[in-house]
């Protein structure tokens, strides 16, 4: 069964780690993070983008596949299915299509606007029991052909918005999708800080997980950080083994070839990777 994310994250809060969100890109992740979060006993959020719900055939698609792996795997671990970075119209059409919890990203309007139409979708998803993630600041770097410069989150802004409804709140902290510049600054702990004062108990959300040292993962989970987002790093890992696999040659060898074959590395990478987050951000034994 599909769950919303709020009473794990709530949990999260109480227990002061985090519950990682990992995105997907197809049947062989979904796998995996469903597989390693049930092996470890911890709570998972599956990340899906407007782009990889395109790329994976549309959201219907995506919510028979995890609902399905979920019943047949025997997968009892609490797992929210999550729209990532969720423009208004994409945010309707998951609802529609049966996701457990949507991030609406109003970031880039005004924060009237932001507001207005954060509001909106709390009301729709109020109704269904979908959890909701709003954004102020924005994320840096590039996802799906989007690029945010990465601006720090305004304590006050996140405060009106945390007051809407919201199940939990992300606010850019100089964190950065994709990997990080080697000049990169660090997360920016005074603003996380300020934010967490003035939002109280509002789960926080941390995008760009992949990269971030663990200090200061762990400086950031003391801080109210209940979810973290990580997705190139599962991409960089199953891109390596799966590389490693073709330049020693082995789709060469006998039946090789076979698909389930050359993406059995892959596969046993992403959930290598998974396990290590999990550890990380403490959710192992949090089910
Ligand atoms: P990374 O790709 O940097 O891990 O970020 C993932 C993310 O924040 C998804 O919203």
């Known amino acids: 069964m599909l769950i919303s994310a709020k009473e794990m994250l709530n949990k999260a809060v109480e227990g002061q780690y985090s519950v990682g969100q990992f995105n997907i890109n197809n049947l062989e992740w979904t796998k995996a993070i469903l597989l390693t979060a049930q092996e470890n006993n911890s709570p998972v959020i599956l990340g899906v983008s407007e782009g990889a719900g395109k790329y994976m055939g549309g959201f219907k698609t995506i919510v028979g596949m995890v609902k399905g792996m979920i019943e047949e795997l025997n997968i009892t671990v609490p797992v929210a299915l999550h729209l990532d970075h969720g423009s208004y119209e994409g945010a309707l059409k998951a609802i529609e299509a049966g996701f457990s919890s949507i991030m609406f990203d109003g970031s880039h309007y005004s924060i009237e606007e932001n507001i207005a139409k954060t509001k909106e979708i709390i009301k729709i998803c109020e109704e269904k029991g979908i959890s909701v993630e709003a954004e102020v600041g924005s994320i840096g770097g590039e996802e799906d052909g989007v690029v945010g410069s990465g601006e720090i989150a305004d304590p006050n802004e996140c405060k009106a918005i945390s007051e809407l409804g919201i199940t939990m709140l992300a606010a850019g902290i100089g964190n950065i999708h994709g990997k990080y510049p080697e000049n990169w600054a660090g997360l920016n702990f005074e603003a996380l800080a300020a934010i967490k004062d003035a939002t109280g108990n509002m789960p926080l959300v941390l995008h760009g997980g992949t990269g971030i040292p663990e200090d200061m993962i762990k400086r950031a989970i003391s801080l109210g950080v209940a979810k973290i987002n990580v997705n ?16 020693a040659g082995k789709d060469l060898e006998g039946k090789g070839f076979d698909p389930r074959k050359i993406l059995g590395p892959g596969f046993e990478a992403i959930k290598a990777t998974v396990k290590e987050k999990m550890e990380l951000f403490g959710s192992i034994n949090k089910a």
């Open 232 to 247: 190139t790093e599962c991409q960089l890992a199953f891109a390596k083994a799966t590389r490693e696999y073709i330049e």
